[in-house]
């Protein structure tokens, strides 16, 4: 059974900056795609930023330029490199991986809250 365990969310002041870390243990693949998700009070969770095994990468229009998606395949981490953050940004951040090549996220974090003060 795999588990994504997220961490680094915390307050920080507009402006700021905070990196966000999801770890992988138990049974580990090499995910073919990770992601962070991210759910505001009284909103749909949404997609911030995908990766896939390719290389390439995704993010939502409204963190492009701020946001920086990595992956660590040895240490299975990954990242989430948060900056120019604006209190539009406070939510809790999920991280999630799929094994296969399906549209279905397999594996789902606990959850981190980042909340940026104005």
């Known amino acids: 059974q795999v588990q994504l365990v997220e961490s680094g969310g915390g307050l920080v002041q507009a402006g700021g900056s905070l990196r966000l870390s999801c770890a992988a243990s138990?049974?580990?693949?090499?995910?073919?795609?990770v992601g962070w998700f991210r759910q505001a009070p009284g909103k749909e969770r949404e997609s911030v930023a995908t990766r896939w095994r390719s290389g390439s990468t995704y993010y939502t229009d409204s963190v492009k330029g701020r946001f920086t998606i990595s992956r660590d395949n040895a240490k299975n981490t990954v990242d989430l490199q948060m900056s120019s953050l604006t209190p539009e940004d406070t939510a809790i951040y999920y991280c999630?991986?799929?094994?296969?090549?399906?549209?279905?996220?397999?594996?789902w974090g606990q959850g981190t809250q980042v909340t940026v003060a104005s």
């Open positions: 999630a991986a799929t094994v296969g090549m399906g549209a279905t996220w397999d594996y």
């Open positions: 138990g049974r580990t693949f090499s995910f073919n795609r």
